[in-house]
């Protein structure tokens, strides 16, 4: 059974580039992106993970660690990750699990159920420091992923856990947030100093909180 919000994300030990890896040890106290590949050395992939060594420092500013996912051994990572350095400009700079023996891809329902079963489904997992999944996104194997909405969801995911607010569509960084319907308006006039606007009794906004 696939993992749902709220879930605790299963812990494990298994190979990868930078050799055995028990997750809950390697993620510690950070916010977690797991995301998995059909196999070693497809087009769509290579360039997400280029794409992911380049925007590491943006995940690191969060206090995000990324981690990726492939069935074959890590001996063909390695491989891989040099075609990735040379097409992508971009040197794999975080751990590329070797789940080999479909372990993770079990344990986290990543195998496609449509397809050869020795797939991996294209799977995003964002994980909390309390080992807490909070979104999941799996794509289809011709769509790359798009990591910039990964990290507009971050920025809400630890923001809404600071404040009494939630992100409307399309919000970024910075802009107004809404205002939780659970708090009254005069409890939003102690939390929200910047004021809020009612748009309806359900509907306020306010300022982005400092």
């Given at each position: 059974?696939?993992?749902?919000?709220?879930?605790?994300?299963?812990?494990?030990?298994?190979?990868?580039?930078?050799?055995?890896?028990?997750?809950?040890?390697?993620?510690?106290?950070?916010?977690?992106?797991l995301f998995s590949?059909?196999?070693?050395?497809?087009?769509?992939?290579?360039?997400?993970?280029?794409l992911v060594a380049?925007?590491?420092?943006?995940?690191?500013?969060?206090?995000?660690?990324?981690?990726?996912?492939?069935?074959?051994?890590?001996?063909?990572?390695?491989?891989?990750?040099?075609?990735?350095?040379?097409?992508?400009?971009?040197?794999?700079?975080?751990?590329?699990?070797?789940?080999?023996?479909?372990?993770?891809?079990?344990?986290?329902?990543?195998?496609?159920?449509?397809?050869?079963?020795?797939?991996?489904?294209?799977?995003?997992?964002?994980?909390?420091?309390?080992?807490?999944?909070?979104?999941?996104?799996?794509?289809?194997?011709?769509?790359?992923?798009?990591?910039?909405?990964?990290?507009?969801?971050?920025?809400?995911?630890?923001?809404?856990?600071?404040?009494?607010?939630?992100?409307?569509?399309?919000?970024?960084?910075?802009?107004?947030?809404?205002?939780?319907?659970?708090?009254?308006?005069?409890?939003?006039?102690?939390?929200?100093?910047?004021g809020f606007k009612?748009?309806?009794?359900?509907?306020?906004?306010?300022?982005?909180?400092?």
């Amino acid at each position: 059974m696939s993992l749902r919000l709220g879930d605790t994300a299963p812990d494990f030990t298994q190979d990868s580039t930078e050799g055995p890896l028990h997750f809950y040890e390697w993620a510690g106290n950070s916010w977690v992106v797991l995301f998995s590949h059909p196999k070693d050395y497809t087009p769509v992939c290579t360039t997400e993970l280029g794409l992911v060594a380049k925007m590491k420092p943006e995940f690191a500013k969060r206090g995000v660690k990324v981690i990726g996912l492939s069935v074959d051994p890590a001996d063909s990572h390695r491989g891989w990750s040099k075609d990735i350095e040379e097409t992508q400009g971009a040197k794999l700079n975080f751990p590329l699990i070797a789940d080999h023996d479909r372990k993770v891809s079990d344990l986290y329902g990543m195998i496609h159920p449509n397809a050869n079963d020795t797939l991996t489904v294209r799977s995003v997992f964002v994980i909390d420091p309390n080992k807490k999944v909070r979104l999941t996104l799996t794509y289809p194997a011709s769509t790359g992923r798009n990591f910039d909405e990964l990290l507009r969801v971050i920025d809400s995911l630890q923001l809404t856990d600071k404040h009494k607010v939630a992100t409307p569509g399309n919000w970024r960084h910075g802009e107004d947030v809404i205002i939780v319907p659970s708090i009254s308006n005069e409890e939003a006039k102690q939390l929200f100093p910047k004021g809020f606007k009612e748009q309806k009794p359900y509907l306020r906004t306010t300022p982005h909180p400092v």
